[in-house]
């Protein structure tokens, strides 16, 4: 396996550590000061709303937008590795992922999508998740099992005619404050029976359903997922 810079992203590399260093960075620190002064953790400010949207505009008028998808022939087509190196770039301040498109967990939740997701869901969620227009969430964790290995999920499905009753807990949510978060991935047991690795799916859950509830942020190491 070649680990090394391609000539195919050299190029792109260079481009997003200037638009980084010169453009994100000097606003990074001003855009997460106005956390907050809404009242809210997880309102936007229009100060914040201005920085973000206006580097978002930046970066997609430069064709600086979605690198994400990796061994396509959609996108940019890159290697998993050439899109390390972009992804290393962008982790020098907290806002420069979004701004290129590339923050999870919108990306894998895109991937998800484009790859598996049927033609109403990609007009429906896929379209603006790549157009930046909405968030995202993923959701596996659980309070009470061990959901790192994922066979221990207790989140339930059950068939009832044409529709699916879910039913159950999620811990550790990214991306769910969101007030943008339009959209969920949510895994859940759909078989009691049979291999356990064979007993899960996948959800596409809108935000707004009723009976949807978030009860409240959590944090780690003091940090609460804050916009």
Known sequence: ???????????????????????????????????????????????????????????????????????????????????????????????????????????????VLERYGNEEQKQKFLAPLLNGEIRSAYLMTEPGVASSDATNMEFSAVKDGDEWVLNGEKYWASGAGDPRCSVYILMAKTADEGPKHARHSMFVVEANLPGVEILRPMQVFGHDDAP
């Open 1 to 111: 396996m070649d680990l090394g810079i391609t000539d195919k992203v050299k190029p792109l590399i260079e481009k997003v550590r200037k638009m980084v260093r010169e453009e994100i960075m000097p606003l990074d620190e001003e855009y997460h000061a106005e956390v907050g002064k809404m009242g809210d953790r997880f309102a936007f400010s229009d100060r914040q709303n201005e920085i973000r949207e206006g580097l978002k505009a930046k970066a997609k008028a430069a064709g600086l937008w979605n690198f994400w998808l990796t061994n396509s022939d959609k996108g940019y087509g890159l290697t998993t590795v050439e899109y390390a190196y972009l992804a290393e770039e962008m982790g020098w301040c907290n806002l420069a992922p979004e701004v290129f498109n590339c923050a999870a967990p919108d990306t894998g939740n895109m991937e």
